[in-house]
């Protein structure tokens, strides 16, 4: 099984804001939505979006917002 996390991340590395789910689609838009709501001023500051992949529920952050 593969489990696409987001996560948004502040500039000193720290998780903002994780959704994890199943299907890559919602996946992708969720990446893009991510990337879309970080301002030019938290760009510029550091934040980032990032878009990866585990394989087990357990290597998922525990204050992710899963989705099925």
Not at 39 to 64: C, H, I, M, Y
Request: glycine content about 2%; proline content about 3%.
């Amino acid at each position: 099984m593969t489990i696409w996390v987001n996560e948004q991340l502040d500039p000193s590395g720290l998780v903002y804001a994780c959704i994890a789910c199943c299907d890559e689609e919602t996946a992708q838009d969720c990446y893009r939505s991510f990337l879309d709501n970080l301002s030019d001023a938290q760009k510029a500051a550091g934040w980032q979006a990032r878009l990866r992949t585990v394989e087990s529920w357990e290597e998922v952050p525990v204050n992710a917002l899963k989705l099925n």
